[in-house]
Each structure stands twice: as structure tokens, then as C-alpha cells.
């Protein structure tokens, strides 16, 4: 072993600094069993062939049947999957279970709700320390319009783009007066602009968005059913069943959930423990909105809620 002048720790520390996105590589072991795990070493080799690796520490419980595998699949994770991510970096656990995944030809796990999936087939396996290096050939590839998570100096993020340069500005100016007049856009951008401020505040209170979405539409120990709060958090069915019956082990909501009911009569509803963990994000949520418009206007910020309300209320009756 070489002489090194630094530690173990102020590598990982310093290699933690490069931001990546998180992924889920499954396969299946020699007996036909799903096997999968979280990994953000993901990353291209090669267009002409088309190639991608990632790396397997050679202590995970799944390193074998990955290095043994013909072929696997690489989920790359939306910014809404951290439970899923969560779940399947725990070494050993039944990560599958409860999960709805169907398989590929190959009969590769394939998880739903990824930004993108690349099947791959396993093309070599290299040496590569305490890890071994997978690199596979992307046999077929499925690709959503949807933000990717991020896993940056050991938090989950979302990434956003930097603001425009003024050269950038000039040069797309014109677009920008059309872009600039387009509700969608409006809303889009103020949107991520708050969202991405106060996500970080509901982070570092120990919650994901997820977590604090549904804790804020059960706030006052609400009662609601399963479909109502999907449709408050943003949340799909089978990743917020999951959610919830996390956060019911650590009290933070009740359910009926897991006891053989149909998904359509889950009711979930709110705890004081849940109740107290979310109020002082509800008065800085209060607090940045009142910040929002620049300065300290209630009346404007009063009619932009009503004229969003208008646009909840009219969207919904169409559906
Ligand atoms: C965001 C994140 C990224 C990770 N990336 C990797 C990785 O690239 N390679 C790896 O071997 N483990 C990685 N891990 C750790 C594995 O997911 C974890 O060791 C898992 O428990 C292995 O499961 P197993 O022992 O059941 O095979 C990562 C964990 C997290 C939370």
C-alpha cells in the first residue's frame, strides 16, 4: 500500500463534495430472487457501444449476484423517491417486499415511477478495489420528463438551474419575453424558487418532502382516505402506503393500513406527535410567504392564493 497523506474519512469527505443522482440497480440471484440496491456510482462510459457502470462494494449482501448476473436494471431516482432509496440501502432487508415492480424480458426487476431506467446487460466486471466496477450495455432505455434526486455531502437534494448569466440574458432575450408571459412558466419558476428554499428548512427538521406533505395535509389529526392524500401530496399510491407505514412505526400518523383493507378504504390519520413535528414548519412556511412578493404586501399575497385556489378548484372539476 502506497504511502497516503490523507485519511479514509477526508477521502470520503472530499469525494462526498461531487454531487450525483441517486440510482436503484436491481437483478435477480441464481435461485430467480429480486436482489437491488441503492447506488449513486452510476455513471456513462461509452455511446458507440453504449455503455454505463456502477459500483458494488464486494461486502454487500447482493455483490455476488450482481457479479454473477447476466443483466440488471439502473433506475435513476425521481426527487420524490427518498423512501425508496432509504429502503433499498438497507443491507439485508426483504427490500422487494410490498413493493409493486414487474420484470423485464430477462426477468430483471423493474421499479416504477424513475426518471430513467437503463436494462443493461452485465458486458464485464472489472477489479476495482474494496468495490467491484460493473459495467453494463444498455439494451434498452425508458426516459421521463421528471427532476431527478440528487445525493450531495451525504443529504438527498433536488438540483436547479443557476440562474442566467446577464451575457446568457441578452442572447436569449427574446425567448424570454415570449417564455416570461406563459402562466406555466410563472409558475413553475416561482414555484422551485420557494420550494427550494423551504425544502431545505423541512430537511433539516429531520423530515423528507414526502414526510412533511403528508404530515401538513394531516395537521390538526386529520382523518383522510389514501386517494385524498395522494392527490394533497403528489405522492403515487403504492410509494405512500410505504411512507405511511413508516411514519406509523414512528408515530407520527395511524392507519388502517396493512391490516387486509382494499387500498380504496385506507384512512390515515394524524397523531399529536405528527401534529407537533410539522407546527413551527408551518409558521416558517407562513413566515416565507409573507416574504415572498419582496416586501411585506398580505393583500397581494391573499389574492395570488385565491387566484391559485381558483386554479385548484377549476382543474379539479375537470378531471
Ligand atoms: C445515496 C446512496 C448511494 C449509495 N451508493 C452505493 C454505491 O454506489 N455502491 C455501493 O456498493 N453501495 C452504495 N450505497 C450503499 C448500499 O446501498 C448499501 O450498502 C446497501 O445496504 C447494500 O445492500 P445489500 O447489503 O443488501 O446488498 C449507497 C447508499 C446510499 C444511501
Redesign the pocket.
Known amino acids: 500500500m502506497s504511502a497516503q497523506s490523507f485519511t479514509q474519512r477526508s477521502l470520503r469527505e472530499a469525494l462526498s463534495s461531487f454531487a450525483t443522482g ?1 440510482t436503484i440497480v436491481t437483478t435477480i440471484d441464481g435461485d430467480g430472487a429480486p ?1 437491488g ?6 455513471n456513462s462510459v461509452s455511446m458507440d457501444p453504449p455503455l454505463v457502470l ?4 464486494k ?5 455476488q449476484a450482481f457479479k454473477a448476473s447476466s443483466h440488471f436494471n439502473v433506475h435513476v431516482l425521481a426527487a420524490d423517491q427518498v423512501a425508496l ?2 429502503r ?6 426483504d ?1 422487494f417486499a410490498g413493493i409493486n415492480y414487474t420484470t423485464n424480458e430477462h426477468g430483471i426487476p423493474v421499479l416504477s415511477g424513475a426518471v430513467a431506467r437503463f436494462d443493461c446487460s452485465n458486458w464485464q466486471a472489472y477489479e476495482g478495489g474494496d ?1 467491484w466496477i460493473l459495467v453494463g450495455e444498455v439494451l434498452r432505455l425508458e426516459h421521463a420528463k421528471a427532476e431527478g434526486l440528487v ?1 450531495s455531502a451525504g443529504s ?1 437534494a433536488t438540483a436547479s438551474p443557476i440562474a442566467k448569466t446577464s451575457a446568457d440574458a441578452t442572447h436569449a432575450a427574446s425567448a424570454d419575453a415570449e417564455v416570461d408571459n406563459l402562466l406555466f412558466y410563472n409558475l413553475s419558476r416561482s414555484y422551485r424558487l420557494m420550494a427550494d428554499q423551504f425544502h431545505g428548512v423541512v430537511r433539516a427538521s429531520g423530515l423528507s418532502v414526502p414526510q412533511w406533505r403528508i404530515l401538513a395535509s394531516l395537521r390538526g389529526e386529520a382523518t383522510r382516505s389514501l386517494a385524498d392524500l395522494a392527490v394533497r401530496t403528489f405522492i403515487e399510491d403504492w410509494s405512500l402506503l410505504d411512507t405511511i407505514m413508516t411514519m406509523q412505526d414512528e408515530g407520527l400518523c395511524t392507519s388502517n393500513a396493512g391490516t387486509g383493507v382494499a387500498d380504496a378504504d385506507v384512512i390515515i390519520t394524524g397523531t399529536r406527535v405528527g401534529h407537533e413535528r410539522v407546527e413551527h414548519l408551518f409558521s416558517l412556511c407562513s413566515q416565507q410567504e409573507r416574504e415572498a412578493l419582496g416586501n411585506d404586501d398580505p393583500e397581494s399575497l391573499s389574492k395570488l392564493i385565491e387566484l391559485l385556489q381558483r386554479l385548484v378548484e377549476h382543474g379539479d372539476a375537470r378531471q
Open positions: 441517486v436482489v440496491m441503492t447506488a449513486s456510482s452510476f456502477w459500483s458494488v462494494t461486502t454487500a449482501l447482493s455483490a432509496s432509504n433499498f440501502a438497507m443491507s439485508g432487508e427490500k468495490h445525493f438527498y
